[in-house]
């Protein structure tokens, strides 16, 4: 009975569905989003030791008054003078043309030293590590990321000893890494070329390197706050820095690291429940106000029914019934909707996005509640019609 009511008025039911398909919808993407950023948080911070620490200058930073380039001499001085920083490295990047024989991409070129494969905790797979030596005198070398190596090459035994070209330049492979998963800011470090420090500034990057990223490893993870301290004095005096004048670099812990991009993902997660959450509102407000509509056109069906016998508790639960069909039939294209959208999304690399169990659950549970709440008064209004009034009605 109920769906043959709703079959009547086809269109007024798919309108009245239609703000719960959206919002069911809504929900879902919400929890993907989410459930993807969190992911996204976790391969970022992968390789990240606990207790790891980076210093970025100021320069182009939006709001600081202090402006500056951190600077390979930066480097050394914390390592000459910082008690509690057991590993210390500079690091530049950019992007570059690396081509070998006919296959030819473009990937993240990395400019550093050892102390960073420590703190990266990357491993050679086949080959070996620049020498002091080399990196000192700026030779033409270069370690492979694993993505690198499946892409240039046809057979792995010709990987070390092969001339590659890094934006232009000819630079010989001494090794490759075995596969991390983790990510370099926003790049893959499976997806990266590693040269010394000085050969990327002098040949390959130049200007485009960008500023010097400076990561460090404290000596225990019980001194991060201690060592995180030690260098921020070392680099306001090496930077000349008067008393109450601003700091003109950051440093970050891997914890603050981490509860940063968590807190930007939950912040995220929270604009839109809030949205998903008002569209489901809305929706159960035009539920209930296509309920009321029906209980007037049938006034005199009401009238009847109770006429016959039909007693008052049945009438609400054939109302109320409506409502939830609707509400859930709704929920239910919601969540088809929603579910076929990730993976659509997700191969285009429009946004991240992870599919979860709870994302369906909450938006199909919530279309039911939506349908049971903004239902039960226009049924509860049909089940009280006074009989006589209602057979006297148009």
Known sequence: MAFESLLAKK???????????IGVSTVIAV???????RNAVDEQFAGLSAKSIMIMGNMGRPGSTASSKLSIDDVKVIRDNAEHIALATGIIQGNATVSYESSEASYSVVGTDLDFFQIANQKIVQGRMFSEEEINSKDRLVILGSDVVENLYTDKNQVIGSTITVGGKKLEVIGYFEETGGTLGRTSKDEAVYVPYQTAQSS????????????????DVNNISI???EVTKILRTEHKLKDGQ???????DAGSMVGAAQDSASLMSTVLTLVAAITLLVSGIGIMNVMFVTVAERTKEIGIAKAIGGKQGNILTQFLLES???????????????????PIISYFNLMTMSSSLSGPLLGFTFSAIVGVFFGFYPALKASKLDPVDALRSE
């Open 11 to 21: 269109t007024r039911s798919f309108l009245s569905m239609l703000g719960i398909i």
């Open 324 to 342: 939830v069909i609707l509400s859930t039939v709704g929920g239910l294209i919601g969540v088809i909707i929603g579910q076929s959208a990730i």
């Open 31 to 37: 929890f993907a989003i989410g459930q993807g950023a």
């Open 246 to 252: 601003e700091d003109d670099f950051r440093v970050m």
């Open 204 to 219: 390959i990057l130049g200007s485009q390197g960008g500023n010097l990223m400076v990561t460090m490893e404290a000596d």
């Open 227 to 229: 060592a995180t301290e």
